[in-house]
């Protein structure tokens, strides 16, 4: 296209944008006209995609990481064909593809933003993909807004994708002035922000966003620039082309107030077709079928830690299935994520400490088809909530390894324990929980975690704890295992992982006193076991629950929550961490919690003892 089409390409951009808030009565048009011209060029000259086949692995990714300017990432479907006018016009209505923020029920749209911050690290994740993993010749283009510059997230992101070359990774920063309650940090100091990146390592190109032969020749740089990234910071005026809103505060988030009067200042509305460029023809993506699954076996009557379990299978798992990959956050020695990298160095990646970066990175690289392994300590993992919630808006499918989890890692102290991720992970919607007790379940769990949808989750502890499963036992998703019980069963343990072997203690001491128990290992706690213990339930009549974690949200409320469909409840009684741990070994922890076996034994006395008198 020649300029003057450009621009009116943009001016229709604009007008669409326009159209698409008002017809809603909602959005954010002003943000999506600053970056029109941008829009513009990209799609018109440099974005390479076959809209046709959005599974095509070769076409470039475009990630609008400022996902409230999604007016414009729709107009701009629309440009390209994509949708049509009358789809267009649905923008926020019920039932419409065209959300309030992108979601990937577009199949153009990898990933959900509009929780700032993400769309960079998520980038990241891509172009490792592409790069190091793939070798496929697409380019990431990310959209963001100059707001956003101000996340942390953000600059996990610049400074690791300097770290690891990332030439195929170009930032767009719309830097249009204002944010949504008046001016940016820097407003329109173009090398506030160029210097900083430079300080990565990034090359920058700093461009006036609305003269779109300079952004052309912006964006032509940046695509021919090697081994490393590049940034090109373009100065744009929010609201432009219409005076009542350009450049003015109080109109972000806002359909127009006349948008008539727009449209016409505009000049009305457009119906400008643009022919994307192909991708590059670059063959398919590498073959990801190795072999037979030959998970570790461990002996019964031995010891060892779930966390190294973990490791174990997950290099297994590597062996048999070329599309794992594993992220670890500089605890590799700790999770045992190392045993992967030892075996399959090519397909595992450090992110160094940025937990945020770890978690989009893997769901970046779900959306190349990889089947990420993302892992750290499990009190760590809560750094990175936000983007674990946004991967489920995402519908991406990723594996997180939490370890060192509860207080019976011992001396280390409160600060490294995770004693709510269970929690956490729980209220993610569409997610899974396991929480394994021994070897043998944990190899068996991690390998089922591959082929699940949504954000698995896998808590893993650092002690030893004994091996009490064959290792051909079986494990489904959402069961659960019986290991003690029988007729005239007083009560029911429910415990899952370290707590597993407290329980089968506690219900030992209990039968050598005339009280035999049921004890339940609840490995699934999302989704949790619901026949089984309602049968346990109704057997017995009271149900206690003991675990490594806090009170709130986790098993003892997983528990609870599959006795709330309305018939009789036993009586239900938890035992959790309710106090701030101290230094202590992982024994003391356990007993100062009242979680071990002596504590669960003198509960169920108490509980037995309570039915009995009433």
Request: aromatic letters at 6%; a negative charge; proline letters at 5%.
């Amino acid at each position: 296209m020649r300029n003057e089409e450009l621009t009116e390409l943009a001016r229709q951009l604009r007008v669409d944008s326009v159209r698409a808030a008002d017809a809603a009565g909602s959005g954010h048009p002003t943000s999506s006209m600053s970056a029109a011209d941008l829009a513009a060029v990209l799609l018109a000259h440099h974005l390479r995609y076959d809209f046709a086949a959005p599974e095509n692995p070769a076409n470039d990714r475009l990630v609008f990481s400022k996902g409230h300017a999604s007016p414009l990432l729709y107009s701009l479907y629309k440009a390209a064909g994509a949708i049509d006018d009358e789809e267009l016009l649905t923008f926020r209505k019920r039932g419409s593809r065209l959300e309030g923020h992108p979601t990937p029920r577009l199949p153009w749209v990898d990933v959900a933003t509009g929780s700032l911050g993400q769309g960079l690290p998520v980038g990241v994740g891509m172009a490792l993909g592409g790069k190091y993993l793939d070798r496929l010749p697409y380019r990431v283009w990310v959209l963001s807004g100059d707001s956003e510059m101000a996340e942390g997230s953000v600059w996990e992101a610049v400074e690791h994708a300097a770290f690891e070359k990332l030439a195929n990774l170009k930032l767009i920063i719309d830097v249009n002035r204002l944010g949504q309650r008046g001016p940016t940090r820097h407003q329109h100091d173009l090398d506030a922000y160029a210097r900083r990146l430079r300080a990565f390592g990034w090359h920058t190109v700093e461009v006036d966003g609305h003269d779109v032969a300079a952004v052309d020749k912006a964006l032509t740089e940046a695509v021919e620039v090697d081994e490393r990234p590049t940034a090109v910071i373009a100065a744009t005026r929010k609201g432009r082309g219409v005076a009542a809103v350009e450049d003015r505060e109080g109109k972000h988030g806002k359909p127009l107030p006349d948008a008539e009067a727009a449209i016409e200042e505009l000049g009305g509305p457009r119906f400008v077709t643009v022919r994307v460029q192909p991708p590059p023809a670059a063959g398919a993506r590498r073959d990801r079928d190795l072999g037979p699954l030959e998970l570790p076996r461990f002996e019964t009557g031995t010891e060892e830690a779930t966390r190294t379990a973990y490791g174990r299978a997950l290099a297994a798992l590597g062996s048999a299935r070329g599309d794992v990959v594993a992220l670890d956050a500089e605890v590799g020695d700790s999770t045992r994520t190392e045993y992967f990298g030892k075996e399959h160095p090519d397909r595992y990646l450090e992110f160094y400490i940025a937990e945020q970066q770890l978690v989009a990175g893997a769901v970046g690289l779900q959306t190349c088809g990889w089947v990420p392994y993302a892992s750290t300590f499990a009190a760590f993992l809560t750094r990175a909530h936000d983007f674990v919630r946004m991967a489920a808006v995402s519908r991406a499918g990723i594996n997180l390894v939490g370890s060192h989890a509860g207080v019976s890692i011992g001396e280390d102290g409160p600060s490294q324990m995770g004693l709510e991720d269970l929690a956490m992970l729980r209220s993610v919607h569409g997610s899974t929980v396991l929480y394994p007790c021994d070897a043998n379940q944990t190899a068996r769990l991690v390998a089922a975690m591959a082929d699940l949808d949504g954000v698995r989750y896998l808590r893993t502890s650092r002690g030893e704890t004994p091996v009490i499963y064959g290792p051909d036992e079986e494990f489904p998703i959402g069961g659960s295992k019986v290991l003690r019980g029988g007729v005239g069963d007083k009560a029911t343990i429910v415990a899952a992982g370290v707590t597993v072997h407290e329980a089968l203690r506690a219900a030992d001491a209990l039968a050598a006193d005339g009280i035999p128990v049921r004890v339940v290992d609840l490995y699934s706690v999302k989704p949790v076991d619901v026949d089984t213990l309602n049968d346990a339930a109704g057997a017995t009549g009271c149900v206690l629950t003991v675990e490594d974690h806090r009170p709130e949200g986790g098993i003892g409320d997983a528990v609870a929550e599959a006795f709330s469909d309305g018939r009789p409840a036993p009586r239900l009684a938890r035992l959790a961490v309710r106090d701030m741990p101290l230094s202590a070994t992982p024994e003391e922890q356990l007993h100062a919690a009242g979680i071990d076996a002596e504590s669960i034994a003198a509960a169920v006395k108490l509980l037995v003892e309570r039915i009995v008198a009433h």
